[in-house]
């Protein structure tokens, strides 16, 4: 063997180390960086040479750098992540809602219904008592501001989910052009036969961040590029090329936000019902379902609440002698819209007849006995227990969503800590590496300086 060629083996040697402990000095580097796969170099021999008596090595070479990577267990953090965004933007809009009854401060409308009715029994009990009157006049007003504050904080609440649709809509086409400017960045780094495993990993990263927002999946051709597909098959990404999504307002919905496909061409199609998972899925639900269906059942306490007092108001007589009056606004028949219409306490038709003011209270017994009637509009149930399933109901679904939200959190912990397991950087191996390759960068050096020395002893016998 030459001293030439046991040089440039030397040589090889002294590369790859150099080589290996830079992509370990790589990984310790982005241990914490979200995302990261560790990367690792695959040493092979380089190509021998004829001699004799046989073939004779000709030192090593850094075949490639590959990231640690399963496809599979980033497929099931994929949709662990459309779940998990679904789940969280639920739970975090139920749980605004869940103010909006005042119940636990003992200031919502239950409490209200409980005043309303507990006055009214105070006039029937003191029918000529203007103080009873006067804070049953007061209840009443409680109760119908509470009434219209919970309509117009549901109204709020669903005006900022609206808004937070369209910021989604907003973030789901900012990551739709990243994973196409990332598409082209990997296409050209590895049509020269590099592996683009940094670019990848920040295409995964922009991946599983989309993936949070709308549910998606992809599929990746020869060159590296993926083309991302969205509800019912919709092509997001098409490598270079993005087909973006648009808030449109809907008319027939309050002008709330659908989330239309573009396909080009100038035309649009709405895909609001057919969104399965991701964060604009809660959005949708609560802004869509849960907030109609609440403001819903509250219209129907306040119609029913207006049409049975009035109707029983009606044929009462006030202290004034004052009849046939309604006491709610009669056409006020919703949650925001239900008012007092009598302002004058005398007017409070507590008697059934008009001989029998001041003392008579009948009809105040009446008006008050309607507490505990059942009422076929709201299900055979009193006006307090319908209202105690409007918040049971909603209560079960905060509840079921949060079930859900830690169920899939867990869940996600554990595909986050199986893929940590395959493509996280371990610091003691890291470690062990770096010792590693020092030695053989060592060993090389010194193969380098015992071939150069070789070399002077021969010139040195020449002279």
């Given amino acids: 063997m030459s001293i030439n060629r046991l040089v440039e083996i030397g040589k090889s040697a002294l590369f790859t180390s150099q080589q290996a402990i830079t992509i370990a000095g790589h990984?310790?580097?982005?241990?914490?960086?979200?995302?990261?796969?560790?990367?690792?170099?695959?040493?092979?021999?380089?190509?021998?040479?004829?001699?004799?008596?046989?073939?004779?090595?000709?030192?090593?070479?850094?075949?490639?750098?590959?990231?640690?990577?399963?496809s599979f267990v980033n497929e099931q953090l994929l949709a662990s992540r459309e779940r998990l965004g679904e789940f969280t933007a639920s739970n975090n809009a139920l749980a605004r809602l869940e103010t909006l009854f005042g119940d636990l401060s003992n200031q919502g409308i239950g409490a209200g219904l409980n005043?309303?009715?507990?006055?009214?029994?105070?006039?029937?009990?003191?029918?000529?008592?203007?103080?009873?009157?006067?804070?049953f006049l007061s209840r009443a007003t409680a109760l119908a501001g509470r009434?219209?504050?919970?309509?117009?904080?549901?109204?709020?609440?669903?005006?900022?989910?609206?808004?937070?649709?369209?910021?989604?809509?907003?973030d789901v086409n900012r990551l739709?052009?990243?994973?196409?400017?990332?598409?082209?960045?990997?296409?050209?780094?590895?049509?020269?036969?590099?592996?683009?495993?940094?670019?990848?990993?920040?295409?995964?990263?922009?991946?599983?961040?989309?993936?949070?927002?709308?549910?998606?999946?992809?599929?990746?051709?020869?060159?590296?590029?993926?083309t991302v597909f969205g509800s019912r098959g919709h092509v997001l990404v098409d490598k270079d090329r993005t087909y973006q999504l648009v808030g449109v307002p809907n008319p027939s919905n309050n002008g709330l936000l659908d989330v239309n496909y573009d396909a080009g061409g100038g035309a649009t199609t709405t895909v609001t019902s057919v969104i399965q998972?991701?964060?604009?899925?809660?959005?949708?639900?609560?802004?869509?379902?849960?907030?109609?269906?609440?403001?819903?059942?509250?219209?129907?306490?306040?119609?029913?609440?207006?049409?049975?007092v009035n109707q029983q108001h009606r044929l009462g007589f006030g202290l004034d002698g004052s009849t046939t009056q309604d006491f709610f606004v009669s056409t006020g028949t919703t949650a925001s819209t239900i008012a007092v219409s009598i302002t004058n306490a005398r007017q409070i038709a507590?008697?059934?007849?008009?001989?029998?003011?001041?003392?008579?209270?009948?009809?105040?017994?009446?008006?008050?006995?309607?507490?505990?009637?059942?009422?076929?509009?709201?299900?055979?149930?009193?006006?307090?227990?319908?209202?105690?399933?409007?918040?049971?109901?909603?209560?079960?679904t905060a509840q079921g969503v949060e079930s859900n939200l830690r169920a899939q959190q867990i869940l996600h912990d554990q595909l986050t800590s199986q893929r940590a397991s395959i493509s996280g950087v371990s610091m003691d191996e890291e470690l062990a590496n770096l010792l590693q390759y020092q030695r053989t960068f060592e060993a090389a050096s010194r193969m380098i300086v015992m071939a150069d020395e070789m070399f002077q002893t021969i010139i040195s016998i020449k002279r």
Avoid at 115 to 135: C, H, I, K, M, Y
Avoid at 281 to 307: F, Y
């Fill in 147 to 170: 009434l219209n504050q919970s309509a117009a904080d549901l109204t709020a609440a669903q005006g900022s989910l609206d808004r937070q649709v369209g910021q989604t809509i907003t």
């Fill in 115 to 135: 005043e309303f009715f507990g006055a009214l029994q105070d006039v029937a009990t003191n029918p000529n008592d203007l103080s009873a009157r006067t804070v």
């Fill in 176 to 226: 739709m052009t990243q994973i196409a400017g990332l598409n082209v960045k990997i296409a050209e780094a590895e049509s020269s036969g590099q592996q683009a495993n940094d670019l990848r990993d920040e295409r995964d990263v922009a991946l599983s961040n989309l993936a949070e927002l709308i549910e998606i999946a992809s599929i990746e051709d020869a060159t590296g590029q993926l």
């Fill in 277 to 308: 998972s991701g964060r604009l899925k809660g959005l949708l639900d609560v802004r869509d379902q849960t907030i109609p269906s609440l403001r819903s059942s509250l219209d129907s306490l306040a119609a029913e609440l207006v049409t049975q």
């Fill in 27 to 70: 990984n310790i580097a982005n241990v914490n960086t979200p995302g990261y796969s560790r990367q690792h170099v695959t040493l092979a021999e380089s190509r021998p040479e004829n001699g004799s008596p046989g073939q004779i090595g000709t030192g090593v070479h850094a075949e490639s750098i590959r990231r640690s990577f399963d």
């Fill in 350 to 396: 507590a008697s059934s007849t008009a001989a029998g003011v001041p003392g008579n209270n009948v009809n105040a017994l009446a008006l008050a006995g309607l507490r505990s009637t059942d009422f076929a509009s709201l299900g055979n149930v009193p006006f307090q227990e319908y209202y105690s399933r409007i918040t049971g109901s909603f209560g079960s």
